[in-house]
């Protein structure tokens, strides 16, 4: 999001959390869906990190 956006809608940036590679798609191999499942794990683990600093 572009920061005359958050000016007008009254929002601040901090920032984002980004984790790639999470398809729905893979759901079919186990081992495709098990790093998936991992990196999700680790993703809410980042996001909830983030928002503790806010």
């Known amino acids: 999001?572009?920061?005359p956006?958050?000016?007008l809608s009254?929002?601040?940036w901090f920032g984002y959390?980004?984790?790639?590679?999470?398809s729905y798609a893979n759901r079919?191999?186990?081992?495709?869906?098990?790093?998936?499942?991992e990196k999700s794990i680790r993703?809410?683990?980042l996001l909830v990190e983030k928002l503790k600093d806010l």
């Open 43 to 45: 993703h809410a683990h």
């Open 28 to 37: 079919q191999d186990e081992t495709k869906l098990a790093q998936m499942k």
């Open 5 to 7: 956006n958050l000016t």
């Open 10 to 12: 009254r929002q601040r």
């Open 1 to 3: 999001m572009k920061k």
């Open 17 to 22: 959390v980004y984790s790639g590679g999470l």
